[in-house]
């Protein structure tokens, strides 16, 4: 992206110009630091999706107004206004992700505990509410206790392992389950009219804009060429593995595909139980790199940066347990995607950014970084307004807790059924309600 040449240092709190920023190349002295940001990355890329441009240009920004923060740096460009408002979007967003984790955790793993022989379904100890509840309290807690990103580095690594061994069960179900799931009659329509409704979805997942300059500060040496390296392998790896989960899960499932792939799959299916294990750690390790920024917006905001270990334990277990309580009532899982994709996902990624570069840059208007920021800075407008009107015009079909109707075949017929998703919707209530009498 231009930037292999140089080396830009994020100094503590200091005005720089660009001159002021170009340095010496340094050797890495902490190879094992920056293998364990780029696992940081792609977790929070994975959990949360894939990183862009935009990173490498918010770190940029960073360094031209000698800032270390993403809330000093647009504290730096646009005063407390600007400051104000992307506090509450840097707290909204990963506060969001956190709910959606703990109902990702909840319908994943009570579908694995429920297949436990001997064990009763309906049995309070294997329902979503109880497992959210003491998963909170067993693993997501104490690893957001944590006051160094740096110690997530293996978290993460096991988080990116089996991340791809739930890719491999979901490559393998194409050829075993894609063919007994019928293709609706739009399944390869490229775009829709609300088709931006789902780039609401992709800002959420690819955002890890909010925890950068956390991942960024745990370098040794930290430098934007460092840090460019470091995006480009994450980058690689999370978007090979982010196209390989959307392409293998809608060849299998078409037009069925539900906001959590794993409500598409039949719960007697044992690899896929496995998956959906491997799945619920996978969401449980992502959930405390969450935490972290939520925690240091409240720190920055009202504590002056700094948190005493009592407040450090009291902050975090508030957050948490509100994030707990919020995931207890809320069961569809698309919605709460989207709407944190289009409102706070889309400012932090597209518009922040550039309009921080923007205003902080001496580069002319012709320079690519600039360009890129033009076309960057309202697309994101577009997506945060019509994303918005047509998440509430137009909500995702959800069908929680529901098993789906090819899941059985001796009690449900495909035959003479339209392909319409609205019909093929109400003959699986309909079967759900006789089924479960």
């Known amino acids: ?8 240092v994020i100094p503590p709190q200091r005005d720089l110009n660009d001159r002021e920023t170009l340095v010496s190349e340094h050797e890495s002295k902490g190879k094992t630091c920056q293998s364990t940001a780029v696992f940081n990355v792609v977790n929070s890329i994975i959990g949360s999706g894939i990183i ?13 107004s000698g800032t270390d923060t993403y809330q000093s740096l647009v504290n730096k460009t646009f005063g407390f206004p600007g400051y104000l408002l992307l ?12 709910i959606s984790y703990n109902i990702i955790a909840g319908d994943t793993l009570s579908k694995v505990f429920q297949r436990i022989p001997g064990v009763d379904p309906e049995n309070l100890f294997v329902g979503r509410h109880f497992i959210i509840m ?30 791809a061994l739930i890719l491999g069960i979901v490559i393998t179900r194409i050829v075993s389950l894609g063919p007994d799931v019928p293709k609706t009659d739009d399944a390869w329509v490229f775009a829709k009219p609300n088709a931006i409704q789902a780039v609401g979805v992709m800002s959420f997942a690819f955002i890890c804009h909010h925890n950068s300059f956390l991942v960024y500060s745990s370098l040794e040496e930290p430098t934007v060429a460092k840090w460019s390296r470091i995006i480009h392998i994450s980058i690689v790896v999370s978007m090979f593995i982010c196209i390989l989960f959307a392409t293998c899960g809608y060849l299998t499932f078409t037009g069925f595909t539900q906001g959590d792939l794993f409500e598409n ?102 320079h690519s970084d600039k360009i890129i920021s033009c076309v960057m800075l309202p697309i994101g407008a577009v997506v945060m307004v019509f994303g918005f009107v ?16 090819y899941c059985f075949p001796d009690n449900f017929s495909l035959t003479n059924i339209s392909d ?14 006789s089924i479960f009498r």
């Open 1 to 8: 992206m231009g930037y292999q040449s140089q080396q830009l």
């Open 52 to 64: 862009d441009f935009s990173l490498v240009l918010l770190i940029k920004g960073g360094a031209l």
């Open 87 to 98: 506090s509450v979007l840097q707290f909204l967003y990963p506060f969001i992700a956190m």
């Open 134 to 163: 003491i998963s909170t309290v067993t693993f997501t807690l104490p690893l957001s206790l944590y006051r160094d990103i740096a110690k997530l580095g293996k978290v993460s690594l096991i988080s990116t392992v089996l991340t």
């Open 265 to 366: 799959y039949c719960r007697s299916d044992n690899l896929v139980t496995f998956g959906r294990f491997c799945y619920g750690i996978t969401v449980l390790l992502t959930y405390p790199m969450e935490c972290f920024v939520t925690r240091e917006v409240i720190a920055n905001v009202f504590f002056g940066g700094n948190l005493s270990s009592v407040f450090h334990v009291v902050v975090t277990v508030v957050i948490i347990t509100i994030a707990m309580l919020v995931s207890l009532l809320i069961d569809c899982l698309g919605i709460v995607l989207e709407l944190n994709g289009v409102l706070c996902a889309a400012p932090l990624i597209f518009i922040i950014p550039s309009a921080c570069y923007l205003k902080l840059s001496e580069e002319p208007r012709t």
């Open 390 to 405: 047509m998440a509430i015009i137009n909500p995702q079909d959800c069908t929680h807790g529901q098993e789906m109707f």
């Open 420 to 433: 319409s998703r609205f019909q093929l919707t109400t003959q699986l209530s309909t079967l759900n309600i």
